[in-house]
């Protein structure tokens, strides 16, 4: 999202003479990111537009209420008290009173429109940010989450919205109000004095160009902050997801050390901009009290000799006091409008990621779903190849063993085939029932291809709820019969509340086997036409292992099955076995001829096999 601007020094000087292409550059980046922030806060508006509005008008109007109280002080000390102008006043100073106390009901009264409709508007922004973030987030591709950090991700969709929410609730408003209280202010105390306004007026620029300063110094180390924030976050979202690793492996004193150097950081950012936000406020303290002093001093000179009244020096002093604060405030709303700029380039580097493909929704079709592999050739690296000339076919209704040691490519053939990663042109291609995936719409791809991972994914709920995670509308029996057909029917019904046992987080209270064999039923619930259990039984049992085999295949014949495994006895039923080997093709063919070759194999068969085990097997 930040982009970095090198020039060489040697010839930097010589380049802006001759064309300043690298200023205004930079300059033409500013206006675009100004304009793009200014397009987002426009469209996540929708809906709340009028709210802002009324709270606008609303600010508007407690402005110009809290303008006339100094005016009323005024009128009453020089026309009603001092020259007796309106006698009926002078003997009825009440209601001179009740006139203030008037304006500051009605001026009330418009402070909690303002506030009220601010706040609606802020949250239907904030909401609608939220959806598009979360809504986009689900649509970006694998490659995306592998290059950013959980944590961080978490931090831009909740923290930075927050602090984009709170700019734009407190002091996107509070901007307009100081324009119209510095215009009204003006007016009211020219209308006075033109020189005390000019003297005035001369402090406004030194207050705007401290606070302009202040505003460059501190953006960068937001920045920083926010993105020490979001490391924070990933230690402690790591930590908390794999505590039962932390504990298991006695690693509490590093993650605590490791936690405990990315807060010191942290904290020491935050200190420093706290200590420039000291500095800001004592400087800005010390120019304020000069233009207040300077006024009074002034004011009281000018009522002295009679260029202007008590009322008007009361009066003037009133406004010069009204825009102290505002204007000193110009730097919280360029520190907070620092924050939120910084919130929205991180929030807007989501929204700007391009998102999966996904295609066109078609009319549904009964498609063949063989599966054929052509030249693939695959890298997540630059120069780095996972996939090295890859090519195999599956025919529909059949059963493809793959076999591989760690890092031989299993898995990648998998995410391939689901397009959670993308070839790009020249790397080969996958084909469907003779279709290129890249023409299959994204979601039918995904809706047809299965997939039961080795460490399978299930929600803080039911039993029931994580098996019909795949068919919402499925009945119990639908969902019984799944379960049957992975063997863990008869688990879940011996715990005391069934299928509506609650699970852990992550299905923590599972053992490995038992959450995946509920992955397992939650897949054949979906009855998809491809399924692909990527060494999703490797936590069962050798026996429950034949048994969920067995029962796939009288139950799911029509459909094309996947196998990755380790295992052996998971893959010899295979139609067809597949062995890779650091990326490329070792051998192919089924139990039975690759057993008979002296390769890779028929190794990894004589180590897992006991020779009982062999004779068992090869005499069935």
């Known amino acids: ?54 709270a606008m008008i609303a600010s508007f109007m407690m402005t110009v209420l809290n303008a006339l109280t100094p005016q009323i002080f005024r009128f009453s000390i020089d026309t009603v008290l001092e020259t007796k102008s309106y006698r009926f006043l002078a003997d009825n100073l009440w209601l001179l009173a009740l006139a203030v106390v008037g304006v500051a009901i009605a001026s009330g009264i418009f402070t909690y429109v303002s506030r009220a409709n601010t706040a609606v508007a802020g949250e239907n922004f904030a909401k609608n940010l939220r959806d598009t973030l979360f809504v986009h987030v689900q649509k970006l591709p694998m490659r995306w989450h592998d290059e950013n950090q ?15 929410r709170n700019f734009v609730v407190s002091q996107l408003l509070e901007v307009f109000r100081t324009v119209f209280l510095v215009v009204t202010s003006f007016a009211m105390m020219l209308s006075m004095n033109v020189k005390l306004s000019c003297v005035v007026l001369l402090f406004v620029p030194v207050v705007a160009a401290y606070s302009a300063i202040f505003y460059r110094l501190i953006a960068k180390k ?3 902050a926010d993105e020490a924030e979001g490391a924070l976050s990933t230690v402690v979202q790591e930590n908390a997801t794999g505590v039962r690793v932390v504990r298991a492996f006695g690693r509490e004193k590093y993650e605590m050390e490791r936690f405990a150097k990315k807060n010191d950081a942290y904290a020491k950012l935050w200190i420093r901009l706290g200590t420039l936000s000291g500095l800001y406020w004592g400087v800005g303290g010390l120019i304020t009290g000069l233009q207040v ?19 008007e020096f009361i009066a003037f002093a009133s406004y010069n006091a009204a825009l102290v604060w505002p204007i000193r405030g110009l730097g919280r709303i360029l520190s907070d409008m620092s924050k939120a700029g910084v919130s929205f380039e991180r929030v807007d580097y989501i929204i700007r990621s391009v998102e999966e493909k996904y295609g066109e929704n078609i009319k549904k079709e009964e498609d063949a779903f063989g599966i054929s592999f052509s030249k693939v050739n695959f890298a997540y690296e630059q120069g780095k190849e996972v996939l090295k000339d890859i090519s195999f076919s599956v025919l529909q209704g059949n059963t493809f063993g793959i076999l591989g040691g760690t890092g031989s490519g299993k898995s990648t053939v998998i995410q391939l085939l689901t397009r959670l990663y993308e070839l790009e042109e020249g790397q080969g291609n996958i084909r469907i029932g003779g279709r290129d995936i890249k023409e299959i719409p994204l979601e039918k791809l995904r809706k047809s291809v299965g997939m039961v991972l080795q460490e399978p994914f299930l929600y803080s709920r039911t039993i029931r709820e994580n098996i019909a995670a795949s068919r919402p509308d499925a009945s119990l029996e639908e969902i019984r019969a799944a379960a049957k057909i992975a063997c863990v029917d008869d688990t879940i019904m011996s715990f005391a ?31 998809t036409p491809i399924m692909v259990f990527d060494d999703s039984l490797s936590a069962v049992d050798s026996q429950t292992d034949a048994l969920i085999r067995k029962a796939l295949k009288e139950h799911m014949k029509e459909a094309t099955v996947i196998l990755v495994s380790h295992r052996i006895t998971t893959l010899m039923g295979a139609d067809q076995i597949m062995v890779l080997n650091q990326g490329r093709i070792e051998e192919m063919g089924s139990h039975s001829q690759l057993i008979c070759q002296n390769g890779i194999y028929r190794r990894i068969y004589d180590i897992q096999m006991s020779q009982d085990d062999r004779a068992e097997m090869e005499g069935e």
């Open 1 to 54: 999202m930040r982009e970095i601007f090198v020039v060489d020094a040697r010839k930097l000087s010589d380049y802006n003479k001759e064309t300043g292409k690298a200023k205004n550059h930079k300059r033409g980046r500013s206006i675009c990111i100004l304009k793009r922030k200014l397009q987002l806060i426009y469209k996540f508006f929708e809906g709340s537009k009028r709210y802002f509005a009324i």
């Open 150 to 164: 959980t944590g961080d991700i978490i931090q831009r969709c909740t923290s930075d919205v927050e602090v984009i």
């Open 222 to 224: 937001f920045t920083f």
């Open 293 to 311: 002093i300077t006024v009074i001093v002034l004011g009281a000179a000018e009522t002295v000799n009679g260029a202007i009244t008590v009322g």
């Open 497 to 527: 509340d069934g299928y509506d046992t609650l699970v852990g987080e992550r299905g923590v209270t599972l053992s490995g086997g038992q959450r995946q064999r509920v992955a397992i039923a939650r897949m054949l619930l979906a009855k």
